[in-house]
């Protein structure tokens, strides 16, 4: 019996949205890397070739000019040509101007690259910006809903205990994780990157799935952190 083939699961709209960023900004850095090799190509042929093939020909010229009077004289005299002579002033004329029609052409194209690697660079800034915002956009729609409500429920949890703590005369006010870099504080509200307040330090394993969102728009993000501890522990049963 053949094996089923199970299908990739629908995407959700706005992972559509970021597998569509994802393409336009990958297809402007393609775009950007392809017109700058070209542009590298194109110096390098005018500072290698071109403008030592001009400066070639203008001294080809320049020695066809010195020798055009003895060769005229040869000339009218019968002697037979010189079988090592250079090319003549026509030849050499044509040659230079080939030559500098070939590096005028050069630089123009060279000018145009330019200005559109120009471009190039505003449109894949601008693609990984709008990349950035639709993976906002994922964690608005697939994690933030799950995160705030953990984040709800553990602060109420918080506040419970702390009313138990006040009501008893013990004297709390803030809670420290130093292994993760934070600090809560009463009356503190949670920003992030606050380092000034609670030495905000990203979470790994999170920051590892935005990264990983960039670049494929089907990345899953991580299960929440467990609790340190279970979610309720009735004074009673503590004491037991």
């Not at 699961?9 to 402007?28: K, T, V």
């Not at 029609?101 to 910006?129: P, T």
Request: glycine share 4%.
């Amino acid at each position: 019996m053949p094996a089923t083939v199970k299908a990739a699961p629908a995407r959700s709209p706005a992972r559509q949205r970021l597998a569509e960023a994802i393409q336009r900004r990958d297809d402007a850095v393609t775009q950007h890397e392809r017109v700058s090799e070209a542009l590298g190509r194109i110096d390098d042929d005018i500072y290698n070739r071109l403008e030592p093939a001009c400066r070639s020909d203008r001294e080809t010229l320049d020695e066809a000019i010195a020798a055009a009077p003895s060769q005229l004289v040869a000339a009218a005299l019968g002697e037979p040509a010189d079988p090592d002579a250079g090319p003549s002033v026509a030849e050499a004329e044509a040659a230079l101007k080939a030559a500098d029609q070939a590096l005028v052409d050069a630089r123009k194209a060279r000018s145009i690259l330019r200005d559109e690697q120009r471009g190039l660079e505003n449109a894949v800034e601008s693609a990984k910006r709008a990349v950035d915002a639709a993976v906002k956009a994922v964690v608005g729609e697939d994690a933030q809903r799950a995160i705030v409500a953990e984040f709800n429920r553990a602060g109420r949890h918080f506040l419970r205990v702390s009313r138990v703590l006040r009501t008893l005369g013990i004297g709390r006010t803030a809670i420290s994780a130093p292994d993760i870099g934070l600090t809560a504080r009463i009356g503190d509200v949670a920003m992030p990157g606050d380092h000034n307040r609670n030495l905000y330090r990203p979470d790994p394993a999170w920051l590892s799935a935005l990264e990983a969102l960039r670049e494929d728009a089907d990345a899953q993000f991580p299960p929440l952190p467990e609790p340190d501890e279970p979610k309720s522990v009735p004074a009673s049963a503590a004491a037991a």
